[in-house]
Each structure stands twice: as structure tokens, then as C-alpha cells.
């Protein structure tokens, strides 16, 4: 499902759990983490996957091929959240309720307004380590932690088989 961020916003009092999702083994452990936690408190697990279209390049109009790609992408960010929640749950969601959606917009920003209020959580993996990495993309986890409403909880992410 995609949408703008106020239209996804809860609309009911029931807590839930934000979890961001990116098809990264980080993401897939926040994941897990986030229905674990919902199973354990009853709350409703609301999976995000933040989309940025690809640059225009060419003539830079916003002609019909460029419109076609456009599509083209946010179909595939939606068949990566597909495939990363089919992944990450081979037997099955039978006691949590999961919702998903793919929002355009930076990774950080989309989550913090994904959140509802002080009552949600909000799950995402630790990401990338090093230096060069975290200067080429910035921490998704640091900017949820500062920005946040809600208490944020840190994935780390799982250690190499």
C-alpha cells in the first residue's frame, strides 16, 4: 500500500510498533524484532519502506518514459517489502497484525512522521559501520533517536554466518 504520511498515521488508540524496513539483513532483524514485540504486547506492527525515485537524467522532462521509470521503482520498493517480510517469516504472521507501505521521502524523516505518539515504538536496525560509509549515508538509527516522539529501539545487526 503507499500513500502520504497523514494518511497513514493511526487512527485508532491501539499501540503499534513502526519498523523500517530496506531488504538489509539490519532491517530484516528490526523486523523480527518489531513482531516479536508485538506479539508480546498486543500491538499492531507497521512496516515501512522509505522510497526516493531515482534522479531525472536525459532531457529532464517529466515526459512519459521518465513517469514509466518513476513507476517502475516504487513498484519495486513495494515487491522489496514484499519479499523482505515473506523472507523474514517463512511460517507465518498468525498472531500479529502487520501492516505495510511504501512512503517517499528520506529513510529518518518517514519514520519519525510514521509515528503516532509517546505510546508507539519505533524499531529499526543499526546499519552500516564504519566511517566512510556513515559520511556517504548518513545513520537512519542516529536521526530516529534524536527526532523521534516515541521510544526508539536500536536493532544491531546480526553477526556474519
Same mark, same amino acid.
Request: glycine share 14%; hydrophobic share 45%.
Given at each position: ?93 498468525? +498472531?500479529?497484525?502487520?501492516? %505495510?507501505?511504501? =512512503? @517517499?521521502?528520506?529513510?529518518?524523516? !518517514? *519514520? &519519525?512522521?510514521?509515528?503516532?505518539? #509517546? ?17 556517504? +549515508?548518513?545513520?537512519?538509527? %542516529?536521526?530516529? =533517536? @534524536?527526532?523521534?516522539?516515541?521510544? !526508539? *529501539? &536500536?536493532?544491531?545487526?546480526?553477526? #556474519?554466518?
Amino acid at each position: 500500500m503507499t500513500g502520504t504520511v497523514p494518511e497513514l498515521r493511526r487512527r485508532s488508540s491501539c499501540r503499534r510498533v513502526v519498523v523500517g524496513v530496506s531488504g538489509s539483513p539490519g532491517s530484516t532483524a528490526a523486523l523480527r524484532t518489531a513482531v516479536a514485540e508485538a506479539g508480546r504486547t498486543g500491538a499492531v506492527v507497521v512496516a515501512v519502506l522509505a522510497w526516493s525515485p531515482p534522479p531525472v537524467t536525459g532531457r529532464g522532462h517529466w515526459g512519459v518514459p521518465v513517469l514509466a521509470a518513476l513507476d517502475a521503482g516504487l513498484d519495486a520498493a513495494a515487491e522489496r517489502l514484499r519479499g523482505t517480510i515473506d523472507g523474514a517469516f517463512a511460517v507465518g504472521l498468525s +498472531r500479529v497484525r502487520l501492516s %505495510s507501505f511504501v =512512503v @517517499r521521502g528520506e529513510a529518518g524523516e !518517514v *519514520l &519519525v512522521r510514521m509515528v503516532g505518539g #509517546p505510546e508507539d515504538l519505533l524499531v529499526v536496525g543499526a546499519g552500516a559501520e564504519g566511517l566512510v560509509w556513515r559520511g556517504l +549515508r548518513p545513520s537512519v538509527a %542516529s536521526h530516529c =533517536v @534524536r527526532r523521534s516522539g516515541c521510544p !526508539v *529501539l &536500536v536493532v544491531p545487526r546480526p553477526a #556474519p554466518r
